[in-house]
């Protein structure tokens, strides 16, 4: 299929649902309205919303500060995860020691820790990067880790043989095989760090894009609920876009990071 | 004047650590030696052993009992004079053909604007001159080898340690690298030790073919010394008739090697 066909089809599931939701929403079928607006609100209220956001200008600090979040759970939680995934991964010892305890708290659902951020580090953007952190890290940690141990035997043993260090071995193997381990996790990383940020802010804070979504649904506004997710939508697709740009930049050596997109 | 022995294995033997705490020999007393500028082939059934003698000339394995000793000296850790050609893709997936090569250098110290130009160099010797930016999943697998081999012999090892390693490829690419081998062998006749399961192979590129029993505990069984004329032409010297002569002489005893280490092999499975 070309590029434009499937661009005008793309659209076209779009259009159809907008029209749909107006439609269903606001002319009675049957002497019933199907969608109810009080729940439902419908595409053109939404719409207005999302312009007088944007026309006022609130939009904008909600939107920098939960990106803000994002990056600094990213950032953060990525250090960490990258260090530790190394450390655990050279030293088998403390990986076993710790292996039960990371087992555990990964298995917790990180919603549960919100509160208590929120009472260690206030209401203001830490409590939120750090739930941030609490998601990221997991998963970069995990894909470090195994980046470090499934290091091809022949590639190592080759770069032994060709004379390396202990220090180059980590500069010219483990490290590259590490990164991209990472790398192909970057959408997911991401990803859990602006579910982080949003999660965070809908449960306690007093600005962000999750903000913003719980105070429309506290006063019974479905459209600001909807024109929030929409919002909030349109942001991670524009991230990941930029996350995509970044990876076939990074990973031009590996076959599927070029194949695997048409 | 006597040269030292470029490797020499004294009644090596190797063993592994099975996971139910047997123990399983896989090379009992093997004796071998290499003279500097000696290309020896060791020939043996699926198996057998070889590989694990390469490493252990290579410094990748300890002997259990026995001798290693590189030019004289005792061997310890790794073989720092022996370049080594895996069998299994070995190039560094995240660096380009120019890159890969150019490491062997880079580690040695040397500065990366003088290590580029003589890896550029090594490439077009290998007949890749033109795909220096490319990363190892973008070329053919006669190609990595091509550029494998780049990296190995750009380090100048005085002995070259090969286990298998045109296996992977068609049979028409083999014969093509195997020339290739020999012609950039021919310019300084490095010491080889050329592990293959492929009789014809090892007779047309070798100076001597060892031939190794089935394993477990396999021997050296037979030592033959080939003495067509270099330089050799890979296509040509099949049609020789001493190439033949000494085929048949020496799968006269590899045969029933073979077919033992093909019976164990399937009774391995029964068992299990």
């Not at chain 1, 649902?17 to 309205?33: A, D, E, M, R, Y």
């Not at chain 1, 990221?136 to 141990?149: R, S």
């Not at chain 2, 099975?18 to 123990?23: E, F, H, P, T």
Request: net charge positive.
């Amino acid at each position: 299929m070309s590029r434009p066909t499937l661009f005008a089809l793309q659209v076209l599931v779009a259009v159809v649902c907008i029209v749909l939701w107006q439609v269903l929403s606001t002319v009675p079928v049957f002497g019933k309205i199907l969608l109810p607006p009080f729940f439902f609100s419908n595409p053109f209220d939404v719409f207005s919303q999302i312009v007088k956001w944007f026309a006022s200008g609130v939009i904008w600090k909600h939107l920098g500060i939960t990106l803000a979040e994002s990056i600094l759970a990213f950032v953060i939680g990525s250090l960490g995860g990258v260090l530790v995934g190394f450390w655990f991964a050279r030293q088998p010892l403390v990986a076993a020691v710790f292996d039960p305890y990371v087992k555990m708290v990964n298995a917790l659902p990180r919603v549960v820790l919100a509160p208590i951020f929120a009472l260690w580090l206030g209401l203001g953007i830490w409590s939120k990067v750090a739930l941030g952190v609490t998601l990221v890290f997991f998963i970069v940690f995990f894909n470090v880790y195994q980046g470090v141990k499934e290091v091809s035997r022949t590639v190592l043993d080759n770069g032994r043989m060709l004379g390396m260090s202990e220090r180059q071995l980590m500069q010219h193997v483990y490290w590259p095989s590490a990164l991209s381990w990472m790398f192909s996790s970057l959408h997911t990383s991401v990803g859990f760090a602006v579910v982080g940020a949003v999660v965070g802010e809908y449960l306690g804070s007093a600005a962000g894009l999750g903000y913003l979504i719980q105070q429309a649904e506290g006063v019974f506004d479905v459209a600001g609920v909807f024109a929030g997710m929409f919002v909030l939508s349109a942001f991670v697709i524009l991230i990941d876009f930029g996350v995509t740009l970044v990876e076939r930049r990074l990973l031009v050596w590996r076959p599927t990071a070029l194949d695997g997109r048409g | 004047m006597t040269t030292p022995t470029a490797v020499a294995l004294e009644d090596a033997k190797v063993a592994f650590r099975l996971g139910d705490g047997r123990v399983y020999t896989a090379v009992e007393k093997a004796h071998l030696a290499v003279a500097q500028g000696e290309f020896v082939a060791i020939v043996g059934p699926t198996g057998c052993g070889k590989s694990t003698l390469l490493n252990v000339a290579a410094g990748l394995l300890k002997p259990a009992a026995g001798s290693v000793r590189i030019f004289d000296r005792p061997l310890t850790g790794l073989n720092q004079d022996a370049g080594y050609l895996f069998q299994a893709d070995a190039l560094f997936p995240w660096k380009t053909a120019l890159d890969n090569v150019a490491i062997g250098l880079e580690i040695k110290g040397t500065p990366r604007t003088q290590a580029l130009p003589q890896a550029q160099k090594w490439l077009t010797s290998v007949g890749l001159g033109a795909f220096a930016g490319r990363y190892p999943h973008m070329l053919s697998g006669g190609q990595r080898k091509r550029v494998a081999l780049a990296q190995v012999l750009i380090r100048d090892p005085k002995i070259l340690l090969m286990d298998e390693p045109f296996g992977p490829l068609d049979a028409q690419t083999r014969q093509v690298m195997g020339n290739l081998l020999l012609d950039l062998w021919n310019a300084d006749r490095k010491a080889v030790l050329f592990v293959t399961h492929d009789l014809e192979e090892a007779i047309a590129l070798a100076d001597r073919v060892v031939i190794m029993s089935a394993g477990p505990s396999s021997r050296i069984i037979g030592d033959w010394r080939v003495s067509l004329p270099r330089p050799r032409d890979i296509f040509e010297v099949r049609l020789d008739k001493e190439f033949h002569a000494l085929h048949r002489e020496i799968w006269s005893v590899l045969k029933d090697e073979v077919m033992k280490g093909y019976a164990q092999s399937t009774h391995a499975v029964e068992a299990v």
